[in-house]
């Protein structure tokens, strides 16, 4: 049997592995295995690939293309594919399934042949007409394809299949479609199925906004901002935005939609709250049951109605209990002495379900009986009437009544109120009672005279009206400023008809009444008289006014001189403690110094010295309210998140432009804490020229790092983006800011290990400034100490040859990669060592390091 026959005796066994789930964010342009009719494949020459179609257990074809014309020499065998339309890809993804014999298991065999096979590609905006001529030449090569594992002989026997799959990027595609080519140039190979297809990132909803399919930009590092539009009964409250990578998958979501009123959140919508509950705001709370004594009946309620006989007031937020009026209050009665009627009463026995109740005095005065006997209509009580505290809005349970007429009824209501009282037709919540006052008959005194006034005092007296039904025992007189109103009022009782009032204020009016008291109480008060006090003497004012100033004078004298002397004796004394604690600080320094070398500038501290290395994190970085922090866009993605941009408001202090580095969700405790230790380095350097950290978020989600913004990003893409822009003083001026950073480092026993100009970042004003310390490491006080690597990846183009030989860093290996850096300063950006491979270097390095 020839080879081609051997090689066609184990494709059977494909028949049971092509199944291929898909996933959601490929769009498939051709997929072999599922192309029901021919291919219609072409193949240059037509005894090149040969077309095999087999059907497998669901009676599903299935298309190979194989070749093996090992035994010929000078094999250049094409198969080209139909015409496939790129629809809206700007990239597209081949994926390649195919075997291959091992070229040293065919007997016979020249040494012509081959394991691999070529791709390529033509692009055009249609099909191209069967005439036309295939020329290899029209075609852009994508790589070269090589099997990762290889079948034999012994394979076939065993029926063991040895399946290879391989997936190339093709683009980027500006034209309507394209045609795959596949050249073999001498090797055994079936080609089991050709899968193309392009990424993006599926329509979805998030935070209440739906995103639609986006196609991923051409350049992989961009990522493409797509603004989300709100569901349906949903509002913005920050636009939502997501960002569309390059692998298909949405990124970053930013902003957010919440559900309106009457809505609530459910499953990624918006529903209606049914009968029965309600939502007064929008926001992304669940709807609310209706409270107490109120209802909805209908779907999306903002509000739930009162029930008959209840109310809410104005100022009652929709979430409360519907409520009522309060009962009457309760055990109202009066007590009255010679002077004073007082009313007490305890609380309602109903509140209405409310903690707002006041209180409301009502009074009548009901007279005694006219001539023909009837009792006279009762009306409101005299304005005279003087209640303590008050007559209205009492929010205790009781009060005083002063200044009351003499043998009269007086009928009071206290109400009780909450609230809603006075809302609907309710009664008033009133409890009465009746009072009649027992004093000595109607007003004795007369009118009162002032018989003469000084500064402070006046002398008054009166006379009696009429003659008294019983032995008046003493007078009460009642004074006050006129322009206090009676809000506060002095007394002083005296037995003749006469007194003299003192301790008044010169130059101001006082209203007096006065009134008797006899063996039966007191009678009322007589009408009130207004009196004035004498005026101030000038000329006494003045010698007091001298003696006042002397006096001050005199002592603010003295007291300067008490404090004269104070400041002369103290001071003394502060100056010499002071050159006391100057001298015993700069011993201490000197002979106790922590952290704190003999040059003045602090060292650094590992982060790995912490027993807990969130210890150092909380000692060198200042947490961050997130609330301070506003993303605007995303710039990057990085190891272990996204990069953002934005604002850092701090109240108090001007906003400024942030870089924000975020730590993607489901991470372990290990990537959380390698995160973080970048931060707790960061966070104990000073330096111009060194990235300044703003602070972490690390208490709420996601855990983020916040540094200063640099506009023009990393130092290599900037001038390889302004190739032969900058005058040499401007390079070397970059060159110097750079030095002066590492500088510092090395000041702090530091070293960085990964110096390059990637790592270097560029702000506005074209100030160099180094960063990303993830593979830093601290020197010990060991001038000649040095690191060992861990493992992990050498930039082996940067890095010096006894750190690539032996795997150690100091401060020198960090100068050699500075010299590196200069290089790719003055080059603009280029590549080091770009002639040879990373291989090459490693081995010349070696070499260069054993001879030295």
């Known amino acids: 049997m020839s080879s081609r026959g051997k090689y066609c005796v184990f494709l059977f066994l494909l028949k049971s592995i092509l199944s291929d789930p898909g996933t959601s964010n490929q769009v498939v342009l051709l997929d072999t295995t599922t192309v029901l009719g021919e291919l219609d494949w072409k193949t240059y020459p037509v005894n090149g690939w040969d077309a095999i179609t087999e059907m497998d257990e669901q009676n599903r074809p299935i298309h190979t293309f194989q070749v ?105 595609i500006t034209q309507k479609g394209f045609y795959l080519a596949f050249q073999d140039v001498g090797a055994c190979i079936a080609l089991v199925s050709v899968k193309v297809f392009y990424k993006r990132c599926p329509s979805t909803l998030r935070n209440l906004a739906a995103f639609p399919e986006t196609v991923p930009q051409m350049d992989s590092s961009s990522l493409v901002e797509v603004r989300g539009s709100c569901v349906e009964n949903a509002e913005e409250r920050d636009t939502p935005k997501l960002y569309c990578g390059a692998d298909g998958d949405w990124l970053v979501p930013l902003g957010r939609c919440v559900c309106s009123i009457g809505h609530e959140e459910m499953d990624g919508y918006c529903q209606a709250c049914k009968p029965g509950s309600f939502k007064a705001y929008a926001g992304n709370t669940k709807c609310s049951k209706c409270p107490l004594h109120s209802s909805s009946h209908d779907q999306a309620a903002t509000i739930c109605h009162c029930d008959k006989g209840f109310y809410r007031a104005l100022k009652d937020p929709t979430t409360m209990a519907c409520t009522r009026p309060p009962s009457a209050p309760r055990n109202l009665v009066s007590l009255i002495n010679d002077t004073a009627l007082f009313l007490q009463w305890m609380p309602p026995s109903d509140t209405g379900g409310r903690k707002d109740i006041t209180y409301n005095i009502l009074c009548q005065r009901c007279g005694g009986s ?242 807990d290395p969130t210890q150092a994190v909380e000692e060198f970085a200042k947490e961050i309210n997130p609330s301070y922090i506003c993303i605007e866009r995303v710039i990057g993605a990085g190891e272990f998140g996204e990069v953002c941009s934005g604002r850092l408001r701090v109240p108090g202090r001007m906003d400024i432009s942030v870089a924000i580095k975020t730590l993607k969700g489901g991470y372990m405790d290990q990537q959380r804490r390698d995160f973080l230790r970048e931060a707790s380095i960061m966070g104990q350097f000073n330096n111009p020229n060194i990235i300044r950290l703003e602070g972490v978020v690390t208490k709420s989600r996601p855990i983020m790092i916040v540094v200063e913004y640099m506009e023009n990003g990393a130092l290599d893409s900037f001038l390889r983006a302004r190739d032969g822009q900058f005058t040499v003083l401007q390079l070397v001026g970059m060159l110097r800011g750079i030095a002066v950073g590492m500088t ?109």
């Open 744 to 852: 510092y480092l090395s000041e702090m026993g530091y070293v960085h290990r990964d110096l390059a100009a990637r790592n270097i970042l560029v702000d506005e004003s074209l100030v160099c400034k180094v960063s990303d310390f993830g593979m830093s490491r601290v020197l010990e006080d060991d001038t000649e100490a040095a690191y060992t690597a861990t493992g992990g990846k050498i930039p082996i183009r940067w890095t010096a040859p006894e750190a690539i030989a032996y795997g150690k860093f100091s401060s020198a290996s960090d100068v050699w990669s500075y010299g590196i850096v200069m290089w790719e300063v003055m080059s603009y950006g280029e590549r080091p060592y770009w002639e040879m491979s990373n291989q090459d270097k490693a081995i010349v390095y070696q070499h260069q390091w054993a001879v030295l």
């Open 370 to 611: 006219d001539s023909s006997g009837a009792v006279t209509q009762c009306e409101p009580c005299e304005p005279d009437l003087h209640f303590i505290p008050r007559p209205l809005g009492i929010t205790g349970t009781s009060v005083a009544i002063l200044d009351f007429a003499m043998l009269a009824s007086y009928t009071f209501h206290v109400e009780a109120v909450n609230g809603v009282s006075g809302l609907g037709m309710t009664a008033r919540s009133l409890a009465n009672v009746t009072v009649t006052t027992h004093q000595a008959g109607p007003a004795l005194v007369g009118v009162v005279r002032k018989d003469w006034a000084s500064q402070n005092s006046i002398a008054l007296s009166w006379s009696e009206v009429e003659k008294p039904p019983s032995d008046i025992v003493d007078y009460e007189v009642k004074y006050y400023e006129k322009e206090q109103e009676q809000l506060s009022y002095s007394s002083t009782r005296t037995k003749a008809p006469s007194v003299v009032v003192t301790g008044l204020r010169p130059s101001t009016v006082y209203v007096f009444h006065v009134r008797a008291r006899t063996a039966a109480g007191y009678t009322a008060y007589s009408p009130n008289f207004e009196f004035t006090t004498a005026a101030e003497d000038p000329d006494i004012a003045d010698q007091g006014q001298v003696l006042v100033v002397v006096t001050a004078s005199v002592g603010g004298f003295s007291l300067l001189v008490i404090l004269t002397l104070f400041l002369l004796i103290t001071g003394r004394c502060q100056g010499y403690i002071k050159a006391r604690m100057k001298s015993e600080e700069k011993r201490r320094t000197r002979f106790h110094s922590g952290h704190v070398p003999f040059s003045g500038i602090k060292t650094y501290v590992d982060p790995d010295t912490y027993e």
């Open 68 to 172: 093996c014309h090992v035994m010929e020499p000078n094999q250049n065998n094409w198969l080209r594919s139909g015409w496939i339309q790129r629809q809206a890809a700007q990239r597209v993804y081949v994926e390649l399934r195919f075997t291959l014999r091992d070229c040293n298991s065919i007997p016979w065999v020249s040494g012509t042949c081959k394991e691999t096979f070529n791709l390529f590609y033509l692009q055009t905006d249609g099909p191209l007409p069967d005439s036309t001529r295939f020329r290899p030449t029209d075609y852009a090569k994508v790589d070269t394809i090589a099997a990762d594992e290889s079948f034999t002989q012994t394979d076939l026997g065993d029926r063991v299949l040895r399946l290879n799959t391989e997936v190339r990027e093709v683009g980027p």
